[in-house]
């Protein structure tokens, strides 16, 4: 738990906040995870709600790659929809709302 709790520092900037001004898509992702590894599942969701998706949909994928299941299966690609949409509608909540960490 100490190595997670200064994990922090190793956090990458975001090129397009720091380009244009505001947040990306996927800004607060990184320490949405920390949040997660710590086991502070509601911090992680208000930081980034995609969080849990995203990693279920990830691994759902890399692992039929992996074991060579269908990768065009029906509950894959509603996965990565799902996932999507959650992405999208989180981020247009935080612009419209200006939802800011």
Do not use: E
């Not at 505001?22 to 969080?51: H, I, K």
């Not at 849990?52 to 894959?76: C, E, I, M, R, Y």
């Amino acid at each position: 738990m100490l190595i997670l709790s200064r994990a922090d520092i190793f956090l990458l900037p975001c090129p397009f906040k720091y380009l244009f001004g505001f947040d990306c898509p996927g800004c607060g992702f990184q320490r949405s995870v920390l949040a997660l590894l710590n086991g502070d599942f509601v911090q992680s969701f208000q930081l980034y709600p995609p969080t849990v998706p995203f990693l279920l949909s990830f691994t759902a994928g890399v692992g039929s790659w992996l074991f060579k299941f269908d990768q065009n299966a029906k509950w894959l690609k509603v996965m990565y929809f799902f996932t999507g949409f959650v992405m999208v509608a989180s981020y247009l909540y935080k612009m419209l709302f200006q939802h800011i960490h």
